[in-house]
């Protein structure tokens, strides 16, 4: 899991307020754990079972921290070597506000490689993109839209970029591999999310979605999203959520088993596995779930995306 999938949701509230309560709004990270796994969602939301910080998931954390204060700099100082001595600084920053992170590297050689990884994805951001020419209009932006069904989206964006012309482009790094083409649908849903949430918001649809992959060489996957694209996933998502709604009033959060099981950090509970389920929070609001669009689409993933252009 990236760490911005949890950072989005715990930032921006999109968690129940009361044990049970039936969510108020969905992020893109938790509309793909309900399409992956409805009992994953359940874990996540429902239950809010802790999951400690992992060094995959700081490591994020770290990244995205450095090159968001990256453009804090004037632009001639953003190169390689300024990145590379703003890890160890950030990192002492994030772990004075977060004790997770703080007691996760107790070893120095441990910390010593986490610290090198951080560099080293940073290394391939800059293999994809010079931060010189560049002046983002935002930059860990949140950002929240209603739909007329009621449904409300939100979440943060790694960064906006907007031309002179007035085209938008929305950036998103990952820290993780990158995806297989026959991933790729998965991979985009959640930027056509955010240009769903933009569009609502300014009128105006997205130019550009690019993900960023800084591992390895690093690789850029970019899509070009058009009003056809953003109206599927607004009906996509008031289906998903209509399916979300019926799992919450029946209690009925069935595990959708696949390969990803074997990174699941709930697995020791899944039924699937030999696990037991822990009973349901005792609900505080039982208001009948809203009725946006059939979701009878809602179980089969995100739609299938057009063809993306990955570049290295």
């Known amino acids: 899991m990236d760490i911005e999938n949890a950072v989005d949701d715990l930032d921006a509230g999109a968690s129940p307020g009361a044990a049970g309560d039936r969510p108020s709004a969905l992020s893109p990270s938790r509309a793909s754990d309900f399409m992956t796994c409805p009992l994953l969602y359940r874990f996540r939301v429902i239950d809010r079972i802790p999951e400690p ?46 004790d997770g992170l703080a007691s996760l590297l107790p070893d120095e050689s441990e910390r010593s490689q986490f610290i090198a990884d951080a560099r080293a994805a940073l290394t391939g951001y800059f293999k994809l993109e010079d931060p010189r020419r560049l002046e983002p209009a935002e930059r860990e932006w949140y950002v929240e839209a209603e739909l007329t069904s009621g449904l409300r989206l939100r979440g943060y964006v790694d960064r906006l970029d907007v031309s002179p012309a007035g085209d ?10 990158v995806p297989l083409e026959a991933y790729e649908a998965s991979a985009l849903f959640q930027m056509k999310f955010y240009a769903l949430v933009i569009w609502r918001l300014r009128g105006v649809i997205p130019r550009m979605l690019q ?22 996933t607004e009906r996509k998502l008031d289906a998903l959520w209509a399916a979300i709604s019926r799992a919450r009033e029946t209690g009925d959060w069935r595990p959708r088993p696949s390969r990803l099981c074997d990174w699941c950090r709930h697995k020791a509970l899944c039924p699937e596995f030999g696990g037991t389920l822990p009973p349901l929070p005792e609900r505080a609001d039982p208001a009948a779930a809203p009725a946006p669009a059939e979701a009878s689409a809602a179980s089969s993933g995100p739609a299938a995306a057009s063809t993306a252009v990955r570049a290295r």
């Open 53 to 98: 910080p992992t060094p995959a998931t700081a490591r994020g954390t770290l990244v995205h921290a450095v090159l968001e204060r990256l453009f804090d700099r004037p632009a001639a100082e953003r190169v390689p070597a300024v990145a590379a001595d703003m890890v160890e600084p950030e990192w002492a920053r994030l772990c004075e506000e977060d």
């Open 168 to 177: 938008i482009r929305v950036v998103d790094y990952k820290t993780g591999k």
């Open 211 to 232: 993900l960023m992959y800084l591992s390895g060489d690093g690789e850029v996957l970019r899509y070009c999203p058009d009003e056809a694209d953003l109206r599927a």
